[in-house]
Every structure is written in structure tokens, then in C-alpha cells.
């Protein structure tokens, strides 16, 4: 039998040591499904980000002559050219912008006719075709970039809102009224075909419709989700965990990622706030039932792979206006940085929306009807 000797065993409890202190992450298999548990340790520190605003569009003309109408933008898309496609959905219309932020041109408007919509939900760009999705005609309008109208798509089933294309299906969330004696209302991520049938519901919220706090729980009713060329991430939606599920384009789970988070409460001032942004639109929320905030706001990818993640500054309660972002690469956290540019939220909000492409992020703000440009600089 082979002894090992006293000095040898030394030398290998100081690089077990060793690793256990310099160990940011673990990484498990379960059931073919990765688990990337990060303990809040940045793996590369030495990575930093800084926004720099590079362009603004103020949707509000203060006199009302502008040759664009934008009241309340719903979604917008950039082409490869930079370009700036910004849905409305009271004109019904698309204004496009050039990257600069001049305007070019309007597509489609409010009607019922030949490549008019009513309330239109979203676009999608799709190589040479601007998709404007209308859920009341149920139906999805092509035009070319120019704005020249093509043809209209009809569908037997109603188009999810959020909708994008996913490879050569769709994704979105959709809201079913569910009948009988308890009847409730369901809020589904799904993977949609070509046609709109459902392949698979990665996300499922159901609300009892004759509870009163219907819509008091608001905060819990949309996770936070984005999608990259090959993968949805969906956030867990949680003020206990900050997790994210990631799933293939056919809604088949690949990951799991974690990282150490603690919870923490929301203030009254705090919540009156959420109160206010929800109720933006119309009368919803009386109270807010949550007591802690979402670990995760929201899910953007980087093009060069790396996932941007929105989560709340635990570290400061005066500097109330930095928002944290959390740097993740194939499933391992990197760093964080901190920005003061980007309006500041306390919980997920349907008034904010972002992208990010070729190198800029894009925020746009149907609350305060703007959209700004930031030039990523990685130092």
C-alpha cells in the first residue's frame, strides 16, 4: 500500500483552501437541467461597464407640430442600420426614426382597412419586414422597412402581448378568462407556432377573479423574461430567490441560475410609489400586498452573450436613484456595475422598456414619453 507523505498531504489541504476561497460559483447536472449557483462573488472583477447617453427623443411636442404622433408607445425595434421603430398604440401608428433620432417616416394607421390596425400590441422586425401584431383583429400586418404595406396575416387564436419571434415560432404573454363556479384569470408565457397554437407554457399565474385583490397583486402577475438568439431566459418572479430559469426555443428547461440574494422590505413610501406607477393608466391597485421587493426587475441580453440583469441597490437607501445591473456569461456572474442614467425603478413596470443592439442599450419610457440612447463602454 502506497503512503502519502506528511508533507504532500499539506501541500494539497493549502490548494484545497486555496480553491474554496477563490470558489465564486458551483455548477451540478440534475436530470440533464445545469444549476449555476453563484454565491454573489463577481468571477471577473475586473470587467467594468459605464453608459454614456448618446441620444434623446422626446415623444412630447411641447407646441404640437411635430410630423410624428406618439401619445403612448408600446414596443419599438432597431434595424441593423440603426433605425428606430416606435409603435403607438392610440395613433395605431409606427414612427420611424434614424439613428441620429430624426424622424423618417410613419407606418400604418388607426382603421380598420388594408394595413390599419386598432390598438396594435407590438412589432417585430423580422429580416426585410416590419410585423405590427393587432390582438382585436387578431391578426399581424407586414410591411417592408419603407413602410410600404404587403399583406395582412389572419389567426383563429388572439395574439400574446410581448409577443417576439423566436427562431421560427413566437413568444409571449397571453391572459385567459377560465369559466365555471370559482372562475379566475390566467397569465401564461407561451411558445407559440406560426399559426398561434400553443407549444408550450413555460410560465403559469392564475388569480381568483372574485378575490378583491385581484389586481393588488399585480407585482406578482408578469415575470420579468427576455430572449437571445438560442435561449428565453424567465426570471422566478420572486422576493425570496433570485433565480432564472432558461429554457431552448422549443420550452424544453437547460439551466438554472442562481445567486445569493437577501431579502429585503419594501418601504411605505416605497410602496405608495409602485402604487402610483401601476395605477399610471387607470385605477387599479389600492394596496400592495408584497412586503419585499423582486429580487430580479428585469432580463436584457448583451449581443456579445453576456445577460443583463436589472435586481434592486440593497446598498444604499439615499441613493435612491442607482439602479444595480448584474453581469452574467453562460450562467456564471461576472461583476456588477451601478447606473444613475437609467430611470429608476423599484419593481418590474410595463412603462419601461429596453434593448440592447449594436453595442447601445435603448430605454424607452411611455410614462415620461422618451426614448434615450447609451452607448455601452466596457473598460
Keep these: 500500500m502506497k503512503t502519502v507523505s506528511i508533507m504532500t498531504r499539506i501541500v494539497i489541504l493549502i490548494a484545497l483552501i486555496a480553491c474554496s476561497k477563490n470558489e465564486t460559483f458551483t455548477i451540478l ?68 426614426f434614424n439613428k441620429n433620432g430624426k424622424y423618417i417616416t410613419s407606418i400604418s394607421n388607426r382603421g380598420s382597412g388594408p394595413g390599419e390596425s386598432i390598438y396594435p400590441n407590438g412589432i417585430i422586425l423580422d429580416k426585410d419586414s416590419l410585423l405590427i401584431l393587432n390582438s382585436r383583429k387578431r391578426a ?3 410591411f417592408d422597412l419603407k413602410g410600404n404595406y404587403r399583406h395582412e396575416m389572419k389567426y383563429d387564436n388572439r395574439l400574446p402581448s410581448g409577443m417576439e419571434q423566436i427562431g421560427n415560432n413566437y413568444l409571449g404573454m397571453i391572459d385567459e378568462n377560465i369559466g365555471g363556479d370559482s372562475p379566475s384569470r390566467s397569465f401564461k408565457l407561451t411558445i407559440c407556432n406560426n399559426t398561434l397554437d400553443t407549444l408550450k407554457t413555460i ?110 441597490d440593497l446598498t444604499s437607501e439615499k441613493d435612491i436613484n442607482h439602479i444595480k445591473i448584474d453581469i452574467f456569461k453562460n450562467g456564471i456572474y461576472q461583476n456588477s456595475f451601478y447606473s444613475t442614467e437609467l430611470e429608476y425603478h423599484l419593481s418590474y413596470s410595463d412603462n419601461l422598456f429596453y434593448k440592447i443592439k449594436n453595442g447601445y ?10 426614448l434615450k440612447v447609451f452607448e455601452i463602454i466596457k473598460k
Design 29 to 96: 447536472e440534475k436530470d440533464n437541467i445545469k444549476i449555476y449557483s453563484n454565491n454573489g462573488i463577481p468571477s471577473n472583477p475586473e470587467i467594468e461597464y459605464k453608459l454614456k447617453e448618446v441620444l434623446y427623443i422626446n415623444f412630447n411636442s411641447e407646441d404640437g407640430n411635430s410630423d410624428f404622433e406618439i401619445k403612448y408607445p408600446v414596443d419599438f425595434e432597431i434595424d441593423n442600420d440603426g433605425n428606430i421603430y416606435v409603435l403607438d398604440i392610440l395613433s395605431s401608428k409606427v414612427e420611424k
Design 140 to 142: 399581424i400586418l407586414n
Design 203 to 312: 410560465y403559469n399565474y392564475n388569480i381568483d377573479l372574485n378575490n378583491s385583490d385581484f389586481y393588488n397583486n399585480f407585482l406578482d402577475i408578469f415575470p420579468p423574461y427576455c430572449a437571445s438568439d438560442s435561449l428565453i431566459y424567465v426570471s422566478g418572479n420572486s422576493s425570496n430567490e433570485y433565480k432564472i430559469d432558461v429554457y431552448d426555443f422549443h420550452g424544453n428547461k437547460k439551466s438554472v441560475i442562481s445567486k445569493n440574494y437577501r431579502k429585503h422590505p419594501i418601504s411605505d413610501n416605497e410602496k405608495m410609489h409602485i402604487i402610483k406607477e401601476i395605477n399610471l393608466k387607470e385605477p387599479l391597485v389600492t394596496d400592495i400586498p408584497n412586503k419585499f421587493k423582486k429580487a430580479i426587475n428585469y432580463i436584457i441580453i448583451e449581443e456579445r452573450g453576456a445577460v443583463w440583469v436589472m435586481t434592486p
Design 361 to 370: 442599450l435603448y430605454q424607452m419610457s411611455n410614462k415620461d414619453g422618451n
